[in-house]
């Protein structure tokens, strides 16, 4: 076993006393659902968030929820900084789905926009799915922020 990935116990989480894996696996599938509803998507992150500092049994829960919290904001301020610039990205999207929508309209800014996107689903997609075997999957660059934030 990779010492990265650290193994947990079976246990209750403190919020709404659900499985601690259970609730991991919500906290990465929520943000990324909600990424698909026009301007919702740009406060998604603040739920991990808002899990984080509730969270006050489970050090699993804590460890998916800041790294959660991390991607989809990394994710959200990589879009807002995309359509700032209107004179490189002349369509800007509000969600994956005007993203698509606008490909024929602007098709450098609306395929950028979807590879991001799935780039920060694919990565909770294996947050997600260890998460749900009571692991957390440590990505190197974000693991010692979510560390801070989790403590």
Partial sequence: ????MPVFAS???????FNANTLSVI??????????IPY????AWLIPLFI??????????????AQCTIIFFVMNVTHLVLSIFPT????????????????PKAPFPSVLYILIFLVASA?????????GSYMTY???????IADKLAA
Wanted: net charge positive.
């Fill in 52 to 65: 984080l500092f509730k969270e006050k049994d489970s050090d699993l829960v804590k460890y998916s929820a």
């Fill in 123 to 131: 990565i909770a997609a294996i947050c997600a799915k260890y998460a």
């Fill in 27 to 36: 906290i990465y599938i929520i943000p990324l659902l909600l990424s698909f």
């Fill in 1 to 4: 076993m990779n010492m990265d």
């Fill in 88 to 103: 490189l990205f002349s369509t800007a999207s509000s969600c994956i789905i005007t993203a698509i929508i606008n490909i």
């Fill in 11 to 17: 246990h209750k989480s403190s919020i709404g006393n």
């Fill in 138 to 144: 440590r990505i190197k660059f974000i693991s010692s």
């Fill in 40 to 43: 919702v998507q740009y406060v």
